[in-house]
């Protein structure tokens, strides 16, 4: 049985940081592309980061790129997303998903095969 399981949110002030884990079990980590994804209230979800199942690609969306760092450790079968300069705009649930290989598409929901419960940021103005 897969499960993504993310830990690490919170409440933090505005300009803050916070380290979001997503840790991978029953899938080969390994193979999979691992993006984070967040919803805000009243919000459609909406593509964070990404990262190739090799870890030498990775994707942003434009709102978080320069603040925010994805990583991985395949040997952990964990992903990590770095949140440094926050701002209350990037309160939301932060969700990990696993896109087996690689779809060709970071930011396309349909293109991932498996999802964790999610984790709440809030930011604090």
């Known amino acids: 049985q897969v499960q993504l399981v993310e830990s690490g949110g919170g409440l933090v002030e505005t300009g803050g940081s916070l380290r979001l884990f997503c840790a991978a079990s029953?899938?080969?980590?390994?193979?999979?592309?691992m993006s984070w994804f967040r919803q805000a209230p009243g919000k459609e979800r909406e593509f964070v980061a990404g990262?190739?199942?090799?870890?030498?690609?990775?994707y942003y969306a434009d709102s978080v790129k320069g603040r925010f760092t994805i990583s991985r450790d395949n040997a952990q079968k964990k992903v990590y997303l770095q949140m440094d300069t926050l701002k209350p705009e990037d309160t939301a649930v932060y969700y990990c998903?696993?896109?087996?290989?690689?779809?060709?598409?970071?930011?396309?929901?349909?293109?991932?095969?498996?999802w964790g419960q999610g984790t709440q940021v809030t930011v604090s103005s």
């Open positions: 998903a696993a896109d087996r290989g690689f779809s060709g598409n970071y930011d396309s929901e349909v293109k991932y095969d498996y």
């Open positions: 029953g899938l080969q980590f390994s193979g999979y592309t």
């Open positions: 990262i190739h199942y090799s870890g030498r690609r990775t």
